[in-house]
């Protein structure tokens, strides 16, 4: 094939699933130069979704998840090795201990690593720890298989109550403890949080909402508890910090490409912008870490952690890195992800924070399977399912098809037409997120931008 | 020709052996009516979205005529099966029929046959040695899972032959074409449903509070969260996994060696390396289903496709097998590719009612062929096409006569 049989030098930055899938597919694709894929843990990549689960549960060993490889990718691993730098003029990245590695196509796939506890003296302690890494999980399944007297998750994200299910089937006694007013209500928004906070009563754990942690106590350099809020006061040996994640940015500061807390902006090509909106067309982004624009959600720039994301969007952009203009395909994919909490398993396709309304189409709460679709202004957007994920790909065509909200009524199990309420999610308008620029300069040959630099 | 009569001609016992044009014809016209106001749909993008629309019935009391599309109409008498109901009836009864049977609750029930599979397997084929004419189905394809069906449920090995004249009543029940003999068909077939539910529930009675370590005992003694299966949930339970167990892997196994056979690069190939067979199995699931079309699904509101409007309670024909080799979802569709990767098959069906027993369909096509690539010398088809069974539904040949080379001993 003409134009995708390309020699030369591919760097991929972050070893974890984007960048495998990114370069599996370099060499299915024909690119037959150097491939070289840097990472900074040390070990090979690795799958994540079963650290929260399998993992917790003791039913594997964090040290025995991998990722299947799909071929061989004849690369160079530099893993253990931190990249510190982009210099896009000369086409290099750099390396912690000052290696320069040149490239002609750079991939980014650097990921996001758990948001720290804020105060670095409590987070020290001995049971306080954060779910991200292969290394982490280790750790907290050690930490459960000594019997703590009580575990603390600190935010009822998917990780927390993840994590908060293992505990309960381990038959360990658990604390949750979310500043929101219920479990998932940042992803899910109101109505499905309300099903997840009795889901995790129902189950056993002591759930705290609308409340967050102030303080955590130690002994010894041991936790011992924690103080919240409203006053109240949580004896517990392990605290686990659910508190989402942070984009693994701040390597590329001072590179000059759209690179922020929110992520890498790029095209629905994975081609990244640089800080002035100008497409690169050598530095790509995958994962994780990159901004995106999907027309389904009015062009805003969405950052996705979803697994079936990460594996698209890399094989969109291996793709493109080795493929001539016209040859280039959008990545268009439609957003989902999974989960398996209390014996439940939720799925979802489409943003279901885009959205203003939301109605449970299929199924109910009460019998603990349904289908929640959500709308934005008038038209489907997403659609989650409690234990009846088979019915997802029909909304998947209502979400790409841009089907009127609500969808229809007429459905094998349901015989009342049911009513939409208020998602109760963030504006989605505001899930755009301002720039974090300013403009200097007068003239318009010298007009410029200038990185603002906010501590999150 | 009209496309309002495609039906009657893809049911027509002469299209048997290869409805494939017409399949070709059902898909260029994307939807089509036919005469009695049912409609013909076989592309696959238009199959795979129908199978997910929860606005699709599987229940044939949503027909505005239960009769239409040439279908028994529900019996009265018994209550229906999984297949014959919706959600939330049909996952309530499916997850009951699947706690015995399948992950989570027994992971390791259908892996445990393999032993047990290849065993029978091994003696078929064995008894096949030496002889210079076979016939594939009855020597081979049938016992094999009649075999396997009845050790899982608990059907004692004396009672088999009975259950094979029931059998095969209810299977010509299933017969579409219409014509001579329809009435007393649609009888002879009610009477052995209903001999069948007798002996089964019958039997699994006797193993109440005296579980005997098979299916059967399992599903009469079993108290899940969901409750247990009623006796009469029970009977039809047992009576649709015993035929639907059985009927659909015969036509599998037949249908796989006769395209085998009509493809000597493929045969040689899978002998050489068993261990493509399992993706083989996938690629004969789609280029040769067992199961053709599905009949009874009708739309609980006006649903539209492609254009037409299908109006709220008419027959809806889901043609899997045309879907499988729609050239718009595959390259080369109508070749058979043993090595193709991009499989993505209609073979089950999908969506809420996709197959319950595929994991004991596959693991006995794979134990199957892979015996018979083995056991068979230089086998050659005697008769192509071969005679083929009358169901356009559950399509296969109904005998496939096979030479071998060893002649000259015989």
Redesign the interface.
């Known amino acids: 094939m003409p134009g995708t049989d390309r020699p030369g030098r591919i760097v991929v930055v972050g070893a974890s699933l984007a960048g495998l899938r990114a370069a599996e597919a370099l060499r299915d694709n024909g690119f037959t130069g150097e491939l070289t894929l840097v990472g900074e843990e040390d070990r090979p990549p690795y799958d994540r979704p079963p650290l929260s689960k399998a993992v917790l549960l003791g039913r594997v060993r964090a040290a025995d998840v991998t990722l299947p490889a799909r071929r061989a990718v004849d690369a160079r691993w530099r893993l253990g090795v931190r990249a510190e730098g982009v210099d896009l003029t000369h086409r290099t990245v750099l390396l912690a201990g000052g290696e320069r590695l040149p490239y002609d196509r750079l991939l980014i796939a650097t990921g996001t690593r758990a948001r720290p506890w804020p105060h670095p003296g409590e987070a020290a302690l001995h049971g306080v720890l954060a779910l991200r890494t292969a290394a982490d999980a280790a750790l907290l399944s050690g930490l459960l298989d000594a019997g703590p007297r009580r575990v603390l998750v600190i935010g009822a994200g998917f990780t927390g109550s993840e994590i908060a299910s293992a505990c309960r089937g381990r038959g360990l006694d658990v604390t949750v403890v979310e500043r929101g007013p219920a479990p998932l209500v940042g992803a899910l928004g109101g109505t499905l949080g309300a099903f997840a906070a009795a889901l995790q009563r129902a189950h056993g754990v002591d759930l705290r909402c609308g409340v967050t942690v102030t303080s955590l106590q130690g002994r010894d350099g041991r936790l011992v508890g924690a103080e919240l809020s409203d006053g109240g006061r949580i004896e517990a040996d392990v605290a686990v910090v659910c508190l989402g994640a942070v984009r693994n940015t701040e390597w590329l500061d001072g590179s000059g490409l759209a690179a922020g807390p929110r992520g890498l902006a790029c095209d629905a090509g994975c081609r990244a912008f640089d800080m002035y909106g100008i497409v690169t067309d050598d530095v790509f982004v995958a994962g994780d870490v990159a901004r995106f624009p999907h027309p389904l959600f009015e062009y805003q720039l969405l950052s996705l952690e979803h697994w079936g994301n990460a594996v698209a969007q890399a094989e969109v952009a291996a793709h493109n890195m080795i493929s001539e203009g016209p040859r280039r395909r959008p990545h268009l994919a439609v957003p989902a992800f999974w989960s398996s909490q209390f014996g439940l398993n939720i799925k979802s396709v489409g943003v279901p924070t885009f959205s203003d309304r939301v109605v449970i189409?299929?199924?109910s709460p009460a019998?603990r399977?349904l289908?929640a679709v959500y709308g934005y202004r008038g038209r489907v957007t997403a659609a989650v399912s409690v234990n009846?994920a088979?019915?997802?790909?029909?909304y998947e065509?209502l979400i790409e098809s841009a089907a009127p909200f609500p969808p229809?009524p007429?459905?094998?199990?349901r015989t009342v037409a049911p009513t939409p309420v208020p998602s109760d999610v963030p504006d989605p308008r505001q899930l755009s997120h301002g720039p974090t620029v300013a403009l200097t300069g007068h003239l318009p040959d010298r007009r410029g931008l200038a990185l603002v630099r906010r501590e999150s | 020709m009209p496309p309002e009569t495609l039906f009657r001609r893809i049911t027509d016992y002469a299209s048997r052996a290869d409805p494939y044009p017409l399949y070709a014809e059902l898909r260029e016209a994307r939807v089509a009516r036919q005469e009695d106001g049912s409609y013909l749909i076989g592309t696959f993008a238009d199959v795979?979205?129908l199978l997910?629309?929860?606005?699709?019935?599987?229940?044939l009391h949503n027909r505005t005529d239960p009769r239409a599309g040439g279908l028994l109409p529900p019996p009265d008498d018994m209550p229906p099966s999984f297949i014959g109901v919706?959600?939330?009836e049909h996952?309530r009864l499916r997850r009951l029929a699947m706690r015995p049977f399948g992950p989570p609750h027994s992971p390791g029930r259908i892996d445990g046959l393999t032993g047990e599979v290849t065993r029978i397997a091994r003696e078929l084929a064995g008894s096949l040695d030496g002889r210079d004419r076979i016939d594939l189905v009855d020597d081979f394809a049938y016992p094999l899972p009649v075999g396997v069906i009845c050790g899982l449920l608990g059907v004692p090995a004396e009672d088999v032959p009975q259950v094979h004249a029931w059998t095969e009543s209810i299977i010509a029940g299933f017969d579409l074409t219409p014509g001579q003999d329809e009435e007393a068909r649609t009888r002879a077939a009610r009477e052995a449903r209903r001999g069948m539910a007798a002996y089964l529930s019958g039997l699994a009675e006797s193993r109440r509070g005296h579980p005997s370590g098979d299916l059967l005992s399992d599903l009469a003694n079993d108290h899940g969260p969901d409750g247990s299966l009623t006796p009469g949930e029970l009977m039809v339970t047992a009576v649709l996994l015993l035929i639907a167990g059985h009927e659909t892997t015969v036509n599998l196994i037949t249908n796989g060696m006769l395209t085998l056979l009509r493809h000597p690069d493929a045969l040689a190939l899978l002998r050489a390396d068993p261990g493509l067979v399992p993706g083989a199995v996938e690629e004969l699931l789609r280029y040769e289903p067992p199961v053709q079309l599905l009949p009874q699904r009708t739309p609980?509101?006006d649903v539209e496709v492609a254009g037409v409007t299908i109006p709220?309670g008419a027959p809806l024909i889901l043609v899997l097998a045309a879907a499988n080799r729609d050239p718009l979802r595959y390259e080369n569709a109508d070749r058979f590719d043993p090595l193709r990767r991009d499989i993505q098959h209609f073979g089950f069906g999908s969506?809420?009612h996709?197959c319950f027993g595929a994991p004991l369909a596959r693991l006995e096509t794979r134990v199957a062929l892979t015996e018979l690539l083995r056991a068979l010398d230089a086998p050659a088809l005697v008769e192509d096409p071969p005679p083929y069974r009358r169901s356009p539904v559950l399509r296969g040949p109904r005998h496939l006569l096979i030479e071998q080379a060893t002649g000259g001993g015989a």
């Not at chain 1, 088979?390 to 029909?394: D, F, G, I, N, Q």
């Not at chain 1, 007429?410 to 199990?413: M, P």
């Not at chain 2, 997910?52 to 229940?59: A, Y």
């Open positions: 189409a299929q199924g019998e399977r289908v009846r088979k019915s997802l790909e029909y065509r229809d007429a459905t094998t199990d | 795979a979205a997910h629309d929860p606005r699709i019935s599987s229940d919706d959600d939330p996952d609980l509101t709220r969506g809420v996709n």
